[in-house]
T-cell receptor, first 112, second 111 residues
């Protein structure tokens, strides 16, 4: 167990809908990262938050947004969902650097 | 062209074999090199972490980085069926912000 908790584990929703994925980082970790994993693209970095502030942005669509709350948990919001958004979404956390990050078990999103 | 290239396999070896997994990359700014293991339906788990060039050994695992060739390797000695997983290489240009992952190599170790 990495200590990073993601909920829900599975999510099935229809196109056009909006969902929220939640991540609780390891105790003491200030950085949270979101990654998307699909068969054709592999693991793609979406966004990083550090102590409540956005620190880096990767290949995140405008339909997606994230935030990190004062208690350091993070949420990834996905809206106007399309079939192509079906993927595994991972959260990772670290004290600071991405090289020290531990990953959660992921949320499997299926858009039908 | 992706910055990090990795042969997806699958790679099938008998138990006890030496396994060689490789990645190539194009961004010379990468300084940190990592190998992750991912079991089916699980999150990636950090195996090895190397800074700049050289070798690093941890039990049955050895990581090698050749920055002049932009090539990294992971060797697994005395492979076990429990090593069957997808192995992902990842790299960081010292920004500390995000990792660039290869697509992963699927490994099957047969008893």
């Amino acid at each position: 167990d990495s200590g990073v908790t993601q909920t829900p584990k599975h999510l099935i929703t229809a196109t056009g809908q909006r969902v929220t994925l939640r991540c609780s980082p390891r105790s003491g970790d200030l950085s949270v990262y979101w990654y998307q994993q699909s068969l054709d693209q592999g693991l793609q970095f979406l966004i990083q938050y550090y102590n409540g502030e956005e620190r880096a942005k990767g290949n995140i669509l405008e339909r997606f947004s994230a935030q990190q709350f004062p208690d350091l948990h993070s949420e990834l919001n996905l809206s106007s969902l399309e079939l192509g958004d079906s993927a595994l979404y991972f959260c990772a956390s670290s004290p600071d650097r991405a090289t020290e990050a531990f990953f959660g078990q992921g949320t499997r999103l299926t858009v039908v | 062209q992706k910055e990090v290239e990795q042969d997806p396999g699958p790679l099938s070896v008998p138990e006890g074999a030496i396994v060689s997994l490789n990645c190539t990359y194009s961004n010379s700014a990468f300084q940190y090199f990592m190998w992750y293991r991912q079991y089916s339906r699980k999150g990636p788990e950090l195996l090895m972490y190397t800074y700049s060039s050289g070798n690093k050994e941890d039990g049955r695992f050895t990581a090698q980085v050749d920055k002049s060739s932009k090539y990294i390797s992971l060797f697994i000695r005395d492979s076990q069926p429990s090593d069957s997983a997808t192995y992902l290489c990842a790299m960081d240009p010292n920004s500390g912000y995000a990792l660039n992952f290869g697509k992963g190599t699927s490994l099957l170790v047969t008893p």
